[in-house]
Antibody, heavy 122, light 107 residues
Framework: QVQLQESGPGLVKPSQTQSLTCTVS??????????WSWVRQHPGKGLEWIGY???????YYNPSLKSRATILVDMSKNQFSLKLSSVTAADTAVYYC??????????????WGQGILVTVSS | EVVLTQSPGTLSLSPGERATLSCRAS???????LAWYKQKPGQAPRLLIF???SRATGIPDRFSGSGSGTDFTLTISRLEPEDFAVYYC????????FGQGTKVEIK
């Protein structure tokens, strides 16, 4: 059973860079058929895809984030991370990490972490 | 970007009733690459359906997905108490996008 767990600070100051880590257990992190992704959910709102990374390092991002997001992978630790720069209050959300099953360019989210609330406030 | 519009916004039904949720895409979804998720308060979404009609592992057969092109439907044949939640559709034919959700509430 694949398990994902988010970690990182729950409070970030405006204009700073937010950093989150997702630790993956119970599955093969380096399997070619999966991406590793971040999705966020603003309070009381719907879901927004941020981006994903293949274990090879190839990345795809949501253009709406205007290049503020960077996703990296650390295969030695079975972890991947999200850095979101120049945060504002609009980035306050629950951030989920998730595994993506893909047979092509994109895919669906089959396993999710429990989520971590990140609040942007001074 | 493919915009997904879900309807209705809220569905008020009783346990045992049938629920029909709609998801309409702004353009045809490549290869019917559409998924459905269920989310309960304070929990992460859970995958129900992928490829428009394939049930994910462990999902009961009262959940079924159908549709193609731009119009997709999630049907719950007989609502159980644990089915009252918010449901999202997601397309993955291009960069992933989600619908805004349909809340299924107890009438």
């Amino acid at each position: 059973q694949v398990q994902l767990q988010e970690s990182g600070p729950g409070l970030v100051k405006p204009s700073q860079t937010q950093s989150l880590t997702c630790t993956v257990s119970g599955g093969s992190f380096s399997s070619g058929g999966f991406y590793w992704s971040w999705v966020r959910q603003h309070p009381g709102k719907g879901l927004e895809w941020i981006g994903y990374i293949h274990y090879s390092g190839k990345t795809y991002y949501n253009p709406s984030l205007k290049s503020r997001a960077t996703i990296l992978v650390d295969m030695s630790k079975n972890q991947f991370s999200l850095k979101l720069s120049s945060v504002t209050a609009a980035d306050t959300a629950v951030y989920y990490c998730a595994r993506v099953y893909t047979s092509g360019w994109h895919g669906f989210f089959d396993y999710w972490g429990q989520g971590i609330l990140v609040t942007v406030s001074s | 970007e493919v915009v997904l519009t879900q309807s209705p916004g809220t569905l008020s039904l009783s346990p045992g009733e049938r629920a029909t949720l709609s998801c309409r895409a702004s353009q045809s979804v490549t290869s019917n690459y559409l998924a459905w998720y269920k989310q309960k308060p304070g929990q992460a979404p859970r995958l129900l359906i992928f490829g428009a009609s394939s049930r994910a592992t462990g999902i009961p057969d009262r959940f079924s997905g159908s549709g193609s092109g731009t119009d997709f439907t999630l049907t719950i044949s007989r609502l159980e108490p644990e089915d009252f939640a918010v449901y999202y559709c997601q397309q993955y034919g291009t960069s992933p996008t989600f619908g805004q959700g349909t809340k299924v509430e107890i009438k």
